[in-house]
RNA sequence: CGGGAUAUAGCCUAGUGGCUAAGGCGCCUGCUUUGGGAGCAGGAAAUCGCAGGUUCGAGUCCUGCUAUCCCGACCA
């Protein structure tokens, strides 16, 4: 590609909208521009990125019998009708109507559509294994787009889906897709943690998140420091279990005035206790049933593992009039014994094992001391609801856990029967008899792949691509453009290169030297190929590293073999 | 969805209620220069986010709306 030809241009300030390097440097580079919040276009040298990231992906996934698909971005309500998530998924989901006033959404993930297509070809047990892929565009409309391409309304994403005919098999699938993520991701030069991970709205009982580690992060994840356990920080296992009652010491039980004490903070400042002598009680709406939710007073609730634990398929704050009708009082005063409504209990484990503790009182300005597990109250269900942190005990070894930051850019989900159930994916099994395809589903953000290799890969002068995923592999620049044999020499370089199967850019711009060094830096070619009129007397020409900013002077006949091998070097995995 | 902020040329910014809205980057023309975002001269480019209002007079003050960003909540 001759750069005077490009459809680009770089930018010396940053725009005010742009707050992280990924950002800031894809616009300065001339990669992206903003259309809307959320969206973006990609302009020839992102989109060379994201068709390397791509093509690491289809091979990879080749590799492991994968199959490629493409499904359609708008799809009808009546699939995710069946599935139940029309109800549930939220505002998340873009609706819209067509001419007919027919319900449609924009896709933001493809499980309905893949299920209803695969159970319109699925007969018997003899057709599977099948594991599909499609990398296309979705949409979610999310509440706060961020960070460019880091959270964004519509990207582009790779979404497989596994069908098995039983459990033990699709759980083969699942290790075959991570050995797969795992292989794409070092092709790319990521340095990232396979991590434990909740399912939230997709479901299923067994994840794991693939997280590049980075500063700019939004996720928080815990890592063993002596085995190899490490889970996102909603998903990691607090190590607490149940204690066994107490059943000495208990005192009686009484209501105590306690006015405007609606936090536990406030309350327990106004009683001078500590808040674990507390018993924090959250009334929540879950799967449209309210339920009484409670935790120590210093510790908050967990609501993807209160999901996970119930099993259910949305968790929300109840609003007041719930509250009231369920605890006879305003938010605030709610507590575990005397509930005005009987409802369904859940409980932390840190509620057991503490005694006389204080609770609300169902009744306005009044909490509840003494209140005890066991004796005045039990939990329906008991489990692990905490946050787990640095620094607390890892649950399968002796170790502590530390704390990164991290870029989700690929998950992994186990989903049994979730969707082939109300899909009616069925299969015959050679007796005759009928069973759910299980499943598994399998997603990659191409974009923020992209984005998160410059997180990790940039410096002051701008990005550092991995070779394996740079725009262009290698840049010529020559230097006086107004010297006939510089030109020559760059024009013969770059078609040798070319030749080569080098994927090469030639600076062929009417440009100073200084110009075009600036532009090559911020664009982060992994190598420059400078043509100056001094070294080219000397029969050399130089060659910088971008990576580790090294210059060598190369002899012009070795030019070839050194960009070849540097650059096949670069992008072997080991 | 709660809190905060911003909106002036393609980008970054200045602009005390008062004359023709200013500067830098970028762009165009010419000259000069050619190894780290050169210099000089000239030029094009703005419905000051939108709609109302106050005022003799609004980019500037007020109200409403919209868009964007940040923090939080939320989030395969």
Known sequence: MRISQLFYQTLKEVPREAQIPSHQLMFRAGMIQQLASGIYNYLPLAQKSLQKIEKIIREELEKKGCQEVLLPTVQPAELWEKSGRWGYYGPELLRLKDRKNGDFCLGPTHEEV???????????????????????????????????????????????????????????????MYEAYTAIFKRCGLSFRAVDAATGNIGGDMSHEFQVLAKSGEDLILSCDSCDYAANAEKAVTPREASPAITEGLKKAEDV??????????????????????????????????????????????????????????????????????????????????????????????????????????????HKVNVNYGRDFEADILGDLSFAHAGQGCPKCEGKLEEYR???????????????????????????KSHPAVM??????????????????????????????????????????????????????????????????????????????????????PLQIVIGARSLEAGEVELKIRKTGEKKNIPLKDVNSFVSEYLTAEKSVE
């Open 114 to 176: 893949i299920t209803d297509m695969v159970s319109k070809v699925l007969k018997s047990y003899k057709q599977l294994p099948w594991n599909l892929f499609q990398i296309q565009g979705k949409f979610r409309d999310e509440v706060r787009p961020r960070f460019g391409l880091m959270r964004g309304r519509e990207f582009i994403m790779k979404d497989g889906y596994s069908f098995d005919v039983d459990e033990e098999a699709s759980k083969k699938n699942y290790w075959k």
């Open 257 to 366: 005035h306690t006015p405007a004490c609606k936090t536990i903070e406030e309350i327990a400042a106004f009683l001078k206790r500590p808040e674990e002598d507390f018993i924090k009680s959250i009334i929540y709406m879950i799967d449209e049933e309210p339920v009484l939710v409670l935790i120590r007073g210093d510790l908050d609730i967990n609501e993807s593992k209160l999901q996970t634990l119930c099993g259910a398929n949305g968790v929300f704050l109840a609003d007041d009039a719930v509250v009231l009708e369920v605890s006879g009082a305003g938010t605030g005063f709610a507590g575990p014994t005397g509930l005005k409504k009987k409802v369904k209990i859940i409980a932390d484990y840190s509620v057991t094992g503490r005694a006389n503790m204080v609770s609300g009182a169902n009744k306005d300005d009044y």
């Open 406 to 432: 991290g870029i989700e850019v690929g998950q992994v989900f186990y989903l049994g029967t979730k969707y082939s159930v109300p899909m009616e994916c069925n299969y015959l099994d050679k007796d005759g």
């Open 440 to 525: 598994g589903c399998y997603g990659i953000g191409v974009g923020r792949t992209m984005a998160s290799a410059i997180e990790q890969h940039h410096d002051d002068d701008g990005m550092i691509w991995p070779a394996a995923i740079a725009p262009f592999e290698a840049v010529v620049l020559p230097l006086q453009m107004n010297k006939e044999e510089v030109v020559e020499a760059g024009e013969k370089i770059y078609a040798d290169l070319k030749a080569a199967g080098v994927d090469i850019a030639l600076d062929d711009r009417e440009e100073r030297a200084g110009f075009k060094f600036k532009d090559a830096d911020l664009i982060g070619y």
